[in-house]
């Protein structure tokens, strides 16, 4: 339940249907938006298997972690936020577009934003569409400012409605409460891996990468996912892990 501690929004807060799982969902809203469809969500069915793993397109602009939030996540959560302050970073030079969630069930939805608000998708984003006006907007807003954008935006709220629509079971009820949470990790122009989670205070620098690795280089994954897993893995936990990618469209 949501206190004043807790990273959860309030009850009374406007809530979304939850987005499925599925990256033909998840294209499609992105798209919506003003994503150029040269770039599309593509799901990551191994990161150990090569052979499957070669059948992601690369490079890989984005990927979003889809996990349980389970006690040990909650537990590491806590202990890591514990002593960082609240990010306040806003305007061009900020190295990540971060986005505080302030509607529920919208993990989702902010994954899929901080995907395409950040690193090499913002180029592909279509001049004059709702997704680049949310930008201009956003960049020279502080964290609380900018979710009370997205918060009043019918635009992303008409393109969630319509995804959410889409998928292939049935869709909850906006009030369900959903036990599955996003990340979404993404490479700054300076070459780090960020963690980009609305639950938490702000973007999470996790590291220096190459110039030429992607999300889904090992160094990628080793500084991110599979820290994840593995923390969980030791704990006996709820290995109920999905990734999904954000490159270049088959079509």
Not at 69 to 96: A, L
């Amino acid at each position: 339940m949501a206190s004043d501690e807790s990273p959860d929004v309030p009850r009374k807060a406007k809530r979304f249907v939850p987005l499925e799982n599925n990256p033909e969902v998840m294209t499609s809203l992105v798209h919506n938006l003003g994503l150029s469809e040269k770039l599309a969500f593509h799901d990551v069915y191994s990161i150990d298997d090569p052979d499957l793993l070669a059948f992601v397109p690369r490079p890989a602009c984005a990927l979003l972690l889809i996990f349980p939030v389970s006690e040990t996540y909650e537990n590491f959560r806590v202990q890591e936020d514990k002593e960082r302050q609240e990010y306040e970073g806003h305007g061009p030079d900020e190295e990540v577009l971060w986005y505080k969630q302030t509607i529920g069930n919208a993990c989702g939805l902010i994954g899929l934003l901080h995907g395409v608000s950040n690193g090499a998708a913002r180029s592909h984003v279509e001049p004059g569409s709702s997704l680049s006006k949310l930008l201009n907007d956003a960049i020279p807003l502080k964290p609380l400012e900018r979710a009370d954008l997205l918060y009043e935006s019918q635009a992303l709220e008409t393109a969630h409605q319509s995804a959410a629509a889409e998928g292939d079971t049935a869709a909850p009820s906006a009030d369900d409460k959903v036990d599955l949470h996003y990340v979404c990790f993404v490479k700054s122009e300076k070459n780090h891996l960020w963690e980009m989670d609305g639950r938490r205070k702000g973007p999470l620098d996790r590291g220096e990468l190459g110039p030429d690795d992607d999300v889904l280089t090992e160094k990628a994954l080793s500084l991110g996912v599979r820290k994840f897993i593995k923390r969980e893995a030791e704990a006996g936990g709820d290995l109920r892990f999905s990734l999904i990618v954000l490159a270049e469209s088959l079509d």
